[in-house]
């Protein structure tokens, strides 16, 4: 305990010998505690520089006549209280630190721009948009979430996609994919489907779906600036509250989406998720070719689910059909 007033262990040894035999020469002193003799006289040194041991006076400090030891009352108070005084000077430069430490945090969170609440990085490329996403997906720890509108996938687009999608699921990187109901018509895009559905992906199907996305980690999102027009460039997003609210809605979605191998169920005289999608963008005003396109179908089959549900309605015009789906229940009443 004394080494934190500069005693060591045999320093202290050889002072409490000098105690209790005084004047007690160091090669006797040597012997009585069983170490060199060298060792002695460096404990008496170190004892005269405590001010717990004096050497006579006019003495030359060579050793040649033993020091003799101060009262460990006045010699051990003397050292407490210097070391009280070191540790309190010690104290107080801490503080002033600490106090110079603060204010500083203190300039740079003022001086320090504050983070945006939503990074956007532009992409004014298709290419660009595809090394990206490239980058993004071969990063990615967790999860990926993908809205992928446009009716059945080219047969090029999936084959490029199999040996990334593969490594991901592989990794235990959980996949979820939501296709238009018309992919269900192409036997390739459902092969495909059946694939990753295989490999632990997962992969349902809706009527219509908002924009083109793909939220990698819940932390970052990659949508086009022209939902109509995927070409024409996308936008990176990051920021807790736009991602939120993107994963909000794409929840949203996958709850109300049907399983890829799932057949669908529907009692006589209801609408099928594609009919009743199509009742909406009718009532809505789009034309055969934006439901075309909002179903991922072709311009023909857009008419033909049109024609037939006017049929079913007995509706001689669009505005027509409206009204008579809202009286039927097929679509709520405008607020």
Not at 122 to 128: A, C, E, G, M, P
Not at 167 to 184: A, E, H, N, P
Not at 300 to 315: F, H, P
Request: with cysteine.
């Amino acid at each position: 305990m004394l080494e934190l007033l500069g005693l060591d262990q045999p320093t202290e040894a050889v002072y409490l010998a000098m105690l209790t035999h005084p004047d007690t020469p160091a090669d006797v002193l040597a012997e009585q505690l069983g170490m060199p003799e060298t060792s002695v006289r460096e404990a008496w040194r170190r004892l005269a520089e405590l001010s717990l041991a004096q050497y006579p006076a006019g003495d030359p400090h060579d050793g040649s006549a033993p020091p003799r030891a101060v009262h460990p009352e006045a010699g051990l108070e003397y050292l407490l209280t210097q070391r009280q005084a070191e540790f309190e000077l010690q104290r107080q430069r801490i503080a002033g630190a600490r106090a110079a430490a603060e204010r500083l945090i203190s300039a740079y969170e003022e001086l320090r721009p504050a983070d945006p609440p939503v990074g956007v990085e532009h992409l004014v490329h298709l290419d660009d948009i595809r090394a990206r996403l490239a980058v993004l997906t071969e990063n990615l720890r967790t999860e990926v979430m993908v809205f992928a509108p446009g009716g059945a996938q080219t047969e090029a687009n999936m084959a490029a996609s199999r040996p990334l999608n593969e490594r991901l699921l592989t990794r235990g990187v959980t996949m979820r994919t939501i296709y238009l109901d018309s992919v269900r018509n192409s036997p390739a895009s459902v092969a495909h489907a059946k694939w990753l559905t295989e490999l632990g992906g997962q992969v349902r199907t809706v009527a219509t779906l908002p924009l083109r996305m793909t939220i990698v980690d819940r932390t970052t999102a990659v949508i086009p600036v022209d939902s109509e027009d995927s070409s024409a460039g996308g936008v990176v997003l990051t920021g807790q509250g736009i991602l939120t609210a993107l994963c909000t809605l794409f929840e949203t979605v996958w709850a109300n989406a049907r399983p890829l191998g799932e057949a669908p169920r529907r009692d006589e005289g209801e609408l099928d998720h594609q009919e009743a999608a199509t009742l909406r963008l009718l009532a809505e005003g789009h034309t055969d070719e934006g439901i075309a396109k909002r179903l991922g179908v072709s311009h023909r089959t857009a008419r033909r689910i049109a024609t037939v549900l006017m049929d079913r309605l007995g509706a001689r015009s669009r505005f027509e059909a409206g009204a008579k789906a809202v009286q039927r229940g097929w679509l709520p009443p405008e607020p």
